[in-house]
């Protein structure tokens, strides 16, 4: 393992918990996303249900924020970018696997906040193939449902005696695991890289483009809320069923910036596009007499845009929402307005909401565009002590200095508005349009569907660097070994953020254009400037060499996101508090290990997207405190020569302590001891493989069991995620030494799993339901074959 230690260790020699997926093991799972592969990671629980590309959730040993706010994602050992959870900006979307992942390292606590930035809970480290001594290489074709098409391929080998060369990449398109009706995901990845032999130095060069389309799926309504009994499953099947629709693929997205009336083009089609560049250069320098010199650099140029609709308001009756669209149109149109009514948006024809169960639904449809630029360098000089000064009856040294840098240019530009549809899977998109008695119209009060532009405006920018001196050293006396590390972090941040300002585009004929949001022009110039300090201090036992004790406490502090610049936020620093012990055994056919874990957050900063009363998009900043015990373990035994099982189980107490609203310094109520929102108390899977021979190729058929326990959407624990449990199937047959055919199905049983809530409201009270009535889905049952060659 090369994960969370200076020079690599191996699993029992580490003392902290650390898994990893090997290439078969990548393949065997068949993930949809990064975040799909960490859900059997034990202490971790995910959220993979909002596609394959990046905005997934994970949650990691009870520490109270999703997405990646806690676990920072590396590719060979060098951080991706230093803040892993920018919103709009997950740091998954800089990374897709192919067959070019050798294998995925996953440190949980432990000393990855020694060698990461904003890590406490752990760090994931994608290993990049490299050139290899003789020619090998794979193609990979895979096709399933949903339209699904993908192919992957690599090629390594030697140029000379000193020049090897590895390249690989995908391409993929398919229809979408919820289909809107319209290619929902599409594009790939191509990297390489070169691998330089010059003695005592190894060198790689490298370089990747992702250019990359997947459709975002956000939580859909799942119950009526006049009578939360009643399913609305007839009309949006949660398993496949999607907000998205071809009815507004394409729609002219108005606002304002410096008085003038501006417009944006926006394709749903596009979801999360990611395109990123990115060149590195890898050396090691075995300099003899124990000393070794890494130096790890990287520039990365990535954009990232968001077209997606998010969940906002539960649905409302038709009746209802004509009511108060009425005394709207009265204020806006005047008293000769009498009725209003709906009709669709594209055709103009009059819309019964009682053919969709007497419903309609108001939803956000945002637009977000994020460009990134970030050179890094990670410089390490370690020395490994046997003898002299440090060695003899000290003990065996390695001792490790290092300085990490990374320049950042940061920018973003948000655009939110709301539409209106109907409830359905796929909805049309509605007006509501106002008729004079004579039933002549005389304005409408949406227009081409849109409810209200501009309700969230940001546009910002942050440019600045990390500057990070650590050093860690680990001691060996025989069976006895101790390590301690220390991290200190300059964060330093500059830039600022537009003024929001409303105005009234002068559209006579629709109200939707009387306030809408927009930038002034005038920019607010701000900073951050952050200190942060990060240690630990680990001890180990290895009694019989094949098994080993180990506790660790580490103290570490999370720094604010760089929205403190180029939003309004002013959040600080988290400090983390968290501590470790557990026994690891590993024997022929059989390895198991056994954690104990704890985490406390006294000043806990985070925040909240939310709607206010009025529907405009805002973020609530939020400080609390919280405490987490628990115990994770994990199994790998193999009984006898035609039969394995793996499996992973957690059980913990992720609590409330505390929670205030940053800005009114109001304090929540009630909320001592509550269940921290969307972190389950139990997760655990299984999964068995019989092996077999079929005229003497290998066959291997696996299940994987996995079941996530009851969450809540809200810190309160007004409103409950019911627990659920999948099951996935897997087949692998070597039909020659070079030719696989692999089937894989997920989620066999087309089980209803519930995630998120909704998550732009419910976050901080619950749905007013004591199960929720708008949730995100996971998806239903999908199937693919693969077909492989290997030389």
Same mark, same amino acid.
């Given at each position: 393992?090369?994960?969370g230690t200076?020079?690599?260790?191996?699993?029992?020699?580490?003392?902290?918990?650390?898994?990893?997926f090997?290439?078969?093991?990548?393949?065997?799972?068949?993930?949809?996303?990064?975040?799909?592969?960490?859900?059997?990671?034990?202490?971790?629980?995910?959220?993979?249900?909002g596609?394959?590309?990046?905005?997934q959730?994970l949650?990691?040993?009870?520490?109270?924020?999703?997405?990646?706010?806690?676990?920072?994602?590396?590719e060979?050992?060098?951080?991706?970018?230093?803040?892993?959870?920018?919103?709009?900006?997950?740091?998954?979307?800089l990374?897709?696997?192919?067959?070019?992942?050798q294998?995925?390292?996953?440190?949980r606590g432990?000393?990855?906040?020694i060698?990461?930035?904003n890590?406490?809970g752990?760090?994931?480290?994608?290993?990049?193939?490299?050139?290899?001594?003789?020619?090998e290489?794979?193609?990979?074709?895979?096709?399933g449902?949903?339209?699904?098409?993908?192919?992957?391929?690599?090629?390594?080998?030697p140029?000379?005696d000193?020049?090897r060369?590895?390249?690989?990449?995908?391409?993929?398109?398919?229809?979408?695991?919820?289909?809107?009706?319209?290619?929902?995901?599409?594009?790939g990845?191509?990297?390489?890289?070169?691998?330089?032999?010059?003695?005592?130095?190894?060198?790689d060069?490298?370089?990747?483009?992702?250019?990359?389309r997947?459709?975002?799926?956000?939580?859909?309504?799942?119950a009526?809320p006049?009578?939360?009994?009643?399913?609305?499953?007839?009309?949006?099947?949660p398993?496949?069923?999607?907000?998205?629709?071809?009815?507004?693929?394409?729609?002219?997205?108005r606002?304002?910036?410096?008085?003038q009336?501006?417009?944006?083009?926006?394709?749903?089609?596009?979801?999360?596009?990611?395109?990123?560049?990115?060149?590195?250069a890898?050396?090691?320098?075995?300099?003899?007499?124990?000393?070794?010199?890494?130096?790890k650099a990287r520039f990365t140029?990535?954009?990232?845009?968001?077209?997606?609709?998010?969940?906002?308001?539960?649905?409302?009756?038709?009746?209802?929402?004509?009511?108060?669209?009425?005394?709207r149109?009265?204020?806006?149109?005047? /008293? =000769?307005?009498?009725? +209003? &009514?709906f @009709?669709d948006?594209n !055709?103009?024809?009059a819309?019964?909401?009682?053919? #969709?169960? %007497?419903?309609v639904?108001e939803?956000?449809?945002?637009?977000?565009?994020t460009?990134?630029?970030?050179?890094?360098?990670?410089l390490?000089?370690?020395?490994q002590?046997?003898?002299?000064?440090?060695?003899?009856?000290?003990?065996?040294h390695?001792?490790?200095?290092?300085?990490?840098?990374?320049?950042f240019?940061?920018d973003?530009?948000?655009?939110?508005?709301?539409?209106?549809?109907?409830?359905?899977?796929?909805?049309?998109l509605?007006d509501?349009?106002?008729?004079n /008695? =004579?039933?002549?119209? +005389? &304005?409408? @009060?949406?227009?081409? !569907?849109?409810?209200?532009?501009?309700?969230?405006? #940001?546009? %910002?920018?942050?440019?600045?660097?990390?500057l990070?001196p650590?050093?860690?050293?680990?001691?060996?006396?025989?069976k006895?070994?101790?390590?301690a590390?220390?991290r200190?972090?300059?964060y330093d941040?500059?830039?600022g953020v537009?003024?929001?300002?409303?105005?009234?585009?002068g559209?006579?004929?629709?109200l939707?254009?009387?306030?809408?949001?927009?930038?002034?022009?005038?920019?607010?110039?701000?900073?951050?400037?952050?200190?942060?300090?990060?240690?630990?201090?680990?001890?180990?036992?290895?009694? +019989?060499?094949?098994?080993?004790?180990?506790?660790?406490y580490?103290a570490?502090?999370?720094?604010?996101?760089?929205?403190?610049?180029?939003?309004?936020?002013?959040?600080?620093?988290t400090?983390i508090a968290?501590?470790?012990?557990?026994?690891?055994?590993?024997?022929k056919g059989?390895?198991?290990?056994?954690v104990?874990?704890?985490?406390?957050?006294?000043?806990?900063?985070?925040?909240a997207?939310?709607?206010?009363?009025?529907?405009?998009v805002?973020t609530?900043?939020?400080?609390?405190?919280t405490?987490?015990?628990?115990?994770?373990a994990?199994?790998?035994?193999?009984?006898?020569?035609?039969?394995?099982?793996?499996?992973?189980?957690?059980a913990q107490?992720?609590?409330?302590?505390?929670?205030v609203?940053?800005?009114?310094?109001?304090?929540y109520?009630?909320?001592?001891?509550?269940q921290?929102?969307?972190?389950?108390?139990?997760?655990?899977?299984?999964?068995p493989?019989?092996?077999?021979?079929?005229?003497g190729?290998?066959?291997e058929?696996?299940?994987?069991?996995?079941?996530?326990?009851?969450?809540?959407?809200?810190?309160?624990?007004?409103?409950a995620l019911?627990a659920f449990?999948?099951?996935?199937?897997?087949?692998l047959?070597?039909i020659?030494?070079?030719?696989e055919?692999?089937g894989?199905?997920?989620?066999?049983t087309?089980?209803?799993?519930?995630?998120?809530?909704?998550?732009?409201?419910?976050?901080?009270?619950?749905?007013?339901?004591?199960?929720a009535?708008?949730?995100?889905?996971?998806?239903?049952?999908?199937?693919t074959?693969?077909l492989?060659?290997?030389?």
């Amino acid at each position: 393992m090369v994960t969370g230690t200076p020079l690599g260790r191996t699993r029992l020699d580490a003392p902290f918990a650390i898994s990893a997926f090997s290439e078969a093991a990548i393949a065997k799972a068949a993930p949809l996303s990064t975040a799909d592969l960490l859900k059997t990671v034990p202490g971790f629980s995910a959220e993979p249900s909002g596609g394959q590309g990046g905005g997934q959730n994970l949650y990691v040993r009870g520490l109270p924020a999703g997405g990646w706010f806690y676990v920072q994602l590396q590719e060979d050992g060098l951080t991706l970018f230093d803040e892993p959870q920018e919103s709009f900006f997950n740091i998954d979307t800089l990374y897709s696997l192919d067959l070019m992942t050798q294998r995925v390292e996953v440190v949980r606590g432990g000393t990855s906040p020694i060698f990461a930035n904003n890590a406490p809970g752990g760090t994931v480290n994608a290993i990049t193939r490299r050139g290899t001594a003789t020619p090998e290489g794979q193609v990979k074709v895979t096709g399933g449902n949903h339209g699904f098409a993908r192919g992957d391929a690599y090629v390594a080998g030697p140029i000379s005696d000193t020049v090897r060369y590895s390249l690989g990449g995908f391409y993929r398109r398919d229809d979408g695991y919820r289909e809107p009706g319209f290619t929902a995901d599409r594009g790939g990845q191509i990297r390489g890289s070169l691998s330089f032999l010059l003695g005592d130095v190894l060198l790689d060069v490298d370089a990747k483009y992702l250019n990359d389309r997947t459709a975002f799926y956000n939580p859909i309504p799942l119950a009526d809320p006049r009578n939360p009994s009643t399913s609305l499953s007839g009309l949006i099947d949660p398993l496949n069923g999607t907000l998205l629709s071809n009815a507004f693929r394409n729609t002219v997205q108005r606002s304002s910036f410096c008085g003038q009336a501006t417009t944006r083009d926006a394709d749903l089609a596009d979801g999360i596009h990611s395109r990123v560049f990115e060149t590195g250069a890898f050396l090691t320098w075995d300099a003899g007499d124990g000393l070794t010199l890494t130096n790890k650099a990287r520039f990365t140029d990535a954009r990232a845009g968001y077209d997606a609709v998010f969940s906002g308001a539960a649905p409302a009756a038709g009746s209802t929402y004509l009511a108060s669209a009425l005394a709207r149109a009265q204020a806006g149109f005047g /008293a =000769a307005v009498t009725r +209003v &009514g709906f @009709v669709d948006a594209n !055709g103009g024809a009059a819309f019964d909401p009682a053919t #969709t169960g %007497g419903l309609v639904l108001e939803s956000g449809l945002w637009n977000t565009r994020t460009n990134l630029r970030t050179i890094a360098n990670d410089l390490r000089l370690t020395k490994q002590f046997d003898s002299g000064p440090l060695g003899g009856a000290l003990g065996t040294h390695s001792l490790s200095f290092g300085v990490y840098y990374n320049h950042f240019d940061f920018d973003q530009d948000r655009l939110q508005n709301t539409i209106l549809t109907n409830v359905k899977n796929r909805p049309d998109l509605l007006d509501v349009v106002a008729y004079n /008695a =004579a039933g002549q119209v +005389v &304005g409408s @009060v949406t227009e081409n !569907g849109f409810v209200r532009y501009g309700n969230g405006v #940001t546009r %910002g920018n942050a440019k600045g660097f990390y500057l990070s001196p650590y050093i860690a050293d680990s001691v060996t006396f025989g069976k006895l070994g101790f390590d301690a590390g220390l991290r200190y972090t300059y964060y330093d941040a500059s830039g600022g953020v537009f003024a929001n300002t409303t105005r009234n585009l002068g559209n006579a004929a629709t109200l939707a254009d009387d306030n809408v949001g927009g930038l002034s022009g005038a920019f607010a110039a701000r900073s951050d400037h952050r200190r942060a300090l990060q240690w630990t201090v680990g001890t180990e036992y290895k009694f +019989v060499p094949e098994a080993q004790l180990f506790a660790r406490y580490t103290a570490s502090e999370r720094l604010p996101r760089l929205q403190n610049v180029y939003q309004t936020q002013n959040l600080g620093l988290t400090s983390i508090a968290q501590a470790e012990g557990g026994i690891r055994t590993a024997f022929k056919g059989f390895s198991a290990g056994l954690v104990g874990f704890w985490s406390k957050f006294d000043n806990l900063t985070t925040s909240a997207i939310v709607l206010d009363a009025s529907g405009n998009v805002v973020t609530v900043p939020l400080a609390g405190g919280t405490r987490t015990y628990g115990v994770e373990a994990d199994l790998n035994w193999r009984p006898a020569r035609f039969f394995g099982i793996t499996g992973t189980a957690t059980a913990q107490r992720p609590e409330t302590k505390s929670l205030v609203n940053v800005t009114t310094g109001a304090a929540y109520t009630g909320l001592e001891g509550k269940q921290l929102s969307r972190i389950p108390r139990y997760i655990f899977s299984a999964s068995p493989t019989v092996y077999v021979d079929v005229a003497g190729r290998a066959i291997e058929l696996s299940a994987q069991v996995y079941h996530l326990a009851r969450r809540y959407v809200d810190y309160t624990n007004a409103t409950a995620l019911p627990a659920f449990t999948t099951l996935d199937l897997n087949l692998l047959a070597r039909i020659t030494d070079r030719i696989e055919v692999q089937g894989h199905v997920s989620n066999l049983t087309n089980t209803v799993g519930l995630t998120e809530g909704n998550a732009r409201v419910d976050q901080l009270s619950g749905q007013g339901t004591a199960e929720a009535i708008y949730a995100r889905p996971i998806f239903g049952r999908i199937a693919t074959v693969s077909l492989s060659y290997r030389w």
